[in-house]
């Protein structure tokens, strides 16, 4: 029974080290802010979200509630500011590891984040929704 539990709990402990290591990476001012959850409520619909573009504070854990009124739809966001290499260190720290969100009709899909370098991030739908599913975009300002 404990080599079960060894072994489940195994796979955790990576996240968890680079949690802990990411944390004690940012400058302190961005750690004492960090503290605060800033609510962000989106309205995804017809080629469009509602609500953009939303700026939140550097150094703010950020919690996205997208709704999806007419359709299923999709939340893709990159983890660097636009314009900027890739880099080791993410601008944007996802409590979840996808890629792609699938926003369900008449669900809210919760997103969480730290936003830890500030810039702007482009977010699009990611799930083939209609036409006009190419335009649909929205953006997060991550302000000083």
């Known amino acids: 029974m404990k080599k079960h539990a060894k072994r489940s709990l195994l796979p955790l402990l990576p ?5 802990i290591a990411l944390w004690f990476s940012m400058p302190s ?17 017809k080629y469009e979200y509602s609500g ?27 983890v660097v500011p636009d314009g900027s290499a890739p880099s080791r260190t993410p601008g944007l720290v ?18 969480a984040f730290l936003a830890q370098t500030p810039g702007s991030y482009t977010f699009k739908c990611c799930h083939t929704c209609g036409l006009g599913h190419k335009g649909m975009n929205g953006q997060i300002i991550v302000d000083r």
């Open 94 to 111: 996802f409590t979840s590891t996808r890629d792609c969100w699938l926003l369900k009709k008449g669900e809210t899909t919760i997103i």
């Open 15 to 19: 996240t968890s080290l680079l949690g």
């Open 29 to 45: 001012s961005v750690r004492a802010q960090s503290q605060e959850v800033q609510v962000v409520e989106i309205t995804a619909k």
């Open 52 to 78: 953009s573009p939303v700026h939140v504070k550097l150094g703010a854990k950020v919690q996205l509630k997208i709704n999806a009124t007419d359709h299923d739809h999709g939340f893709k966001i990159g």
